[in-house]
């Protein structure tokens, strides 16, 4: 598949639970101009305590390697990969290390591109909280591993239980609310007209009347990523083991105004937030 622009986030490379085969595959199986890695890639937090790093894990990072000869490829730090902050502005064989980014569409909208861990009051607040938070969802996956073998043995399809609380607790439910308006409100701010993140493993696309909210997904469970089509579409993929299944595609509305000019994007590649145009 061709796309413009591929965004992935949330591999977390390092762990037991990463789909780090399904997601060679997937980039195996595109071809692209941009390609943003948007945070916790590397999970530096599961490497610290109880390192696993299998051929598979490998293959990603070869993958990135060699389509950094032909793509540009933006890395997005996020918390997890939180080391990798120190090589803020560098580039290393074609791969651009940074905070945030802003990416312009071919329909010449601007759209922030930001793991989004500064907008979860948890992780920058209660960073103890976090790590709880981190071992009760690692527990979850475990227990969803013994659900995905009984069920696979009754013939029964693959149902996730991690992902069945976040959308039916109603604390976890408010929490993606409040974390997708905190990230609208900032898109806002900064007189952008969307925001792509990662962060909350949930991918959705919001488009709303002044502004677009993106989530590309995660690579533990859901094997998911935003991707923007020739003519600046914004869609939501997985890959479902054999090939690519596109889930929505919607065009992000123009807020009001015209759009930036060739000028007002050249003034922006001054500023200390690379710009993918």
Same mark, same amino acid.
């Given at each position: 598949?061709?796309?413009?622009?591929?965004?992935?986030?949330?591999?977390?490379?390092? !762990? =037991? /639970?990463?789909?780090?085969?399904? @997601?060679? +595959?997937?980039?195996?199986?595109?071809? +692209?101009?941009?390609?943003? #890695?948007?945070?916790?890639?590397?999970?530096? /937090?599961?490497?610290?305590?109880? *390192?696993?790093?299998?051929?598979?894990?490998?293959?990603?990072? =070869?993958?990135?390697?060699?389509?950094?000869?032909? !793509?540009?490829?933006?890395?997005?730090?996020?918390?997890?990969?939180?080391? &990798?902050?120190?090589?803020?502005?560098?580039?290393?064989?074609?791969?651009?290390? +940074?905070?945030?980014?802003?990416?312009?569409?071919?329909?010449?909208?601007?759209?922030?591109?930001?793991?989004?861990?500064?907008?979860?009051?948890?992780? $920058?607040?209660?960073?103890? #909280?976090?790590?709880?938070?981190?071992?009760?969802? !690692?527990?979850?996956?475990?227990?969803?591993?013994?659900?995905?073998?009984?069920?696979?043995?009754?013939? @029964?399809?693959? /149902?996730?239980?991690?992902?069945?609380? $976040?959308? =039916?607790?109603?604390?976890?439910?408010?929490?993606?609310?409040?974390?997708?308006?905190?990230?609208?409100?900032? !898109?806002?701010?900064?007189?952008?007209?969307?925001?792509?993140?990662?962060?909350?493993?949930? *991918?959705?696309?919001?488009?709303?009347?002044?502004?677009?909210?993106?989530?590309?997904?995660? /690579? &533990?469970?859901?094997?998911?990523?935003?991707?923007?089509?020739?003519?600046?579409?914004?869609?939501?993929?997985?890959?479902?083991?054999? $090939?690519?299944?596109?889930?929505?595609?919607?065009?992000?509305?123009?807020?009001?105004?015209?759009?930036?000019?060739?000028?007002?994007?050249?003034?922006?590649?001054?500023?200390?937030?690379?710009?993918?145009?």
């Amino acid at each position: 598949m061709d796309y413009r622009s591929v965004f992935v986030s949330d591999v977390h490379l390092g !762990t =037991r /639970w990463s789909k780090a085969e399904e @997601l060679a +595959c997937f980039l195996s199986s595109i071809r +692209c101009e941009k390609l943003f #890695l948007v945070g916790d890639i590397i999970d530096g /937090w599961k490497l610290r305590n109880n *390192p696993r790093w299998p051929r598979s894990h490998n293959l990603v990072i =070869r993958k990135i390697l060699k389509m950094a000869k032909k !793509t540009e490829i933006f890395y997005i730090t996020g918390n997890h990969d939180e080391f &990798v902050d120190e090589f803020e502005g560098y580039d290393f064989g074609g791969i651009r290390i +940074c905070k945030r980014a802003v990416h312009i569409t071919a329909d010449q909208r601007r759209f922030m591109v930001i793991h989004g861990d500064e907008f979860d009051v948890v992780v $920058k607040y209660r960073k103890w #909280l976090a790590l709880l938070g981190d071992t009760a969802y !690692t527990f979850s996956l475990y227990l969803n591993n013994i659900l995905t073998m009984v069920r696979s043995r009754l013939g @029964l399809p693959y /149902w996730s239980l991690s992902q069945y609380l $976040k959308h =039916r607790v109603k604390d976890a439910v408010a929490f993606v609310g409040d974390f997708e308006d905190t990230l609208l409100a900032e !898109t806002r701010r900064e007189h952008l007209h969307g925001v792509i993140c990662g962060h909350i493993h949930h *991918p959705a696309i919001r488009n709303l009347k002044d502004a677009v909210y993106c989530n590309t997904g995660d /690579w &533990v469970e859901s094997c998911s990523a935003l991707v923007e089509h020739q003519d600046g579409a914004f869609g939501i993929v997985r890959w479902n083991g054999e $090939k690519i299944i596109e889930d929505v595609s919607e065009r992000p509305r123009l807020l009001p105004g015209d759009p930036p000019s060739s000028t007002e994007a050249a003034q922006e590649k001054k500023k200390s937030v690379p710009v993918a145009v």
